[in-house]
């Protein structure tokens, strides 16, 4: 407040209650509010979010649990569906890993876990073979190489790829050529 002296009077609480109250928090001036109480908009661990971590607006994906990867409900193989059961396997695999953000190193290991009849027994005798700890530390690439090996066989693969490359259009009726497929 000014006296006709010229000279500025501060009151008890700073110059208009403000500076001392630490309304600087959350940029609420001039109420005596510091925001939430614990030193403005933190939460009272100097950073930014509620666990102590600071990911600029990124939350990372926790890793995915066994129970996390069957919530996607991934697909069964048998051995006996050929190459396009087999494909069709690798497929949503790989789609199941995406979507539970299943790390690498437990790949094999969950994806065994679906592997059922003359497939099972097949896995369970390469393991056997290698030891356990060897099977599962291959990469999911070595496992469809594997697998390939044993369900894809040449005559049938090459039978595919003949009528792939045999294939023709009958007229125009894309419909009909469509619905083939």
């Given amino acids: 407040m000014?006296?006709?002296?010229?000279?500025?009077e501060v009151n008890g609480n700073g110059r208009n209650g403000n500076e001392?109250?630490?309304?600087?928090g959350n940029g609420n001036r001039g109420n005596g509010n510091r925001g939430n109480g614990n030193g403005g908009n933190r939460n009272g661990n100097g950073k930014s979010g509620g666990n102590g971590y600071h990911f600029g607006g990124f939350v990372p994906a926790q890793e995915c649990t066994y129970q996390d990867f069957l919530k996607?409900?991934?697909?069964?193989?048998?051995g006996t569906e050929g190459v396009v059961g087999l494909t069709r396997w690798f497929e949503k695999m790989e789609t199941v890993f995406h979507i539970s953000n299943c790390?690498?190193?437990?790949?094999?290991?969950y994806a065994s876990c679906t592997l059922l009849n003359s497939?099972?027994?097949w896995w369970n005798s390469h393991k056997r073979t290698i030891g356990i700890e060897a099977a599962y530390a291959i990469s999911w690439a070595k496992l469809m190489k594997l697998m390939a090996k044993v369900?894809?066989?040449?005559?049938?693969?090459?039978?595919?790829?003949?009528e792939l490359w045999n294939l023709?259009?009958?007229?125009?009726?894309?419909?009909?050529?469509?619905?083939r497929f």
């Fill in 168 to 179: 023709v259009v009958k007229g125009n009726d894309l419909t009909a050529y469509t619905r």
């Fill in 151 to 162: 369900y894809c066989l040449r005559n049938e693969v090459q039978k595919m790829e003949t």
């Fill in 72 to 78: 996607c409900q991934p697909l069964s193989f048998n």
């Fill in 103 to 109: 790390p690498e190193k437990y790949q094999v290991k």
């Fill in 119 to 121: 497939a099972l027994t």
């Fill in 20 to 24: 001392r109250n630490g309304n600087e």
């Fill in 2 to 8: 000014r006296d006709g002296g010229g000279q500025e």
